[in-house]
């Protein structure tokens, strides 16, 4: 019988999401940034210490400040509500009907299974049905929900689905292509794998409508 911390890693090793959502605590927000980079800087420098690095060396010194300033106000910067990007959208006054695509949207995330990058590409569409949203605002978007300890299925219907309420459309869709340095550099070590991921909303369900999109970014069919 499989054991609970067998079972974790097994989990763990095979990227498997437990949550749609990222999964946040009540109290996640109850002490301020400048008081989790203390106690992050704390955590690092325990870390560092325990693997034996010489932490009074000049090069190592600012290590464990800069990581907890990283990691709270950088890379998982996107955990915290109050930097969610507006999404500012107009009416549609030159009643564009076509798709939209925005595409090679560089995506830098985080392995929420190992805390290791996940870098690629996303690719985002919508059909407006009287609205429009800045392009600038699709990308934002993006990074505002990469910038967290993420699964790349989760990542992907978060974009669609903020962009659907932004849009006021079930019309989205989002393909993301990256890699996963989990995979690429330790376990399997696999340097050239990739995972493709994708959410399809509205029209984008409809055959022709998918394959417009795919070719638009040059994927072949693969969902």
Do not use: W
């Not at 949550?19 to 704390?42: G, S, V």
């Not at 106000?73 to 925005?102: C, H, Q, W």
């Not at 659907?164 to 340095?181: M, R, S």
Request: with cysteine; charged share 30%.
């Amino acid at each position: 019988m499989i054991n609970n911390e067998e079972f974790q890693d097994e989990i763990g090793n095979n990227h498997i999401s437990t949550n749609a959502k990222n999964p946040l605590r009540d109290d996640a927000f109850a002490i301020a940034d400048d008081e989790k980079i203390e106690r992050i800087k704390k955590d690092v420098e325990n870390i560092l210490t325990t693997l034996g690095m010489d932490l009074t060396d000049d090069s190592l010194k600012g290590t464990p400040n800069r990581v907890a300033k990283m990691f709270v106000k950088e890379i998982f910067g996107g955990l915290n509500p109050a930097r969610k990007p507006k999404a500012s959208t107009f009416d549609n006054n030159y009643k564009y009907g076509e798709m939209l695509v925005e595409k090679n949207i560089t995506v830098y995330s985080t392995c929420e299974h190992h805390l290791l990058p996940i870098i690629g590409r996303a690719h985002v569409a919508y059909i407006s049905n009287g609205t429009v949203i800045g392009l600038s605002k699709m990308n934002r978007i993006v990074e505002y929900y990469a910038k967290r300890p993420q699964v790349q299925e989760r990542l992907t219907m978060q974009i669609v689905q903020e962009l659907q309420e932004a849009l006021g459309t079930e019309d989205v869709a989002c393909v993301i292509d990256a890699k996963h340095l989990c995979v690429n550099s330790r376990g399997i070590g696999d340097i050239e794998s990739s995972t493709v991921t994708s959410e399809f909303g509205g029209k984008f369900k409809e055959a022709q409508t998918k394959r417009e999109f795919l070719d638009y970014i040059k994927l072949e069919t693969r969902f």
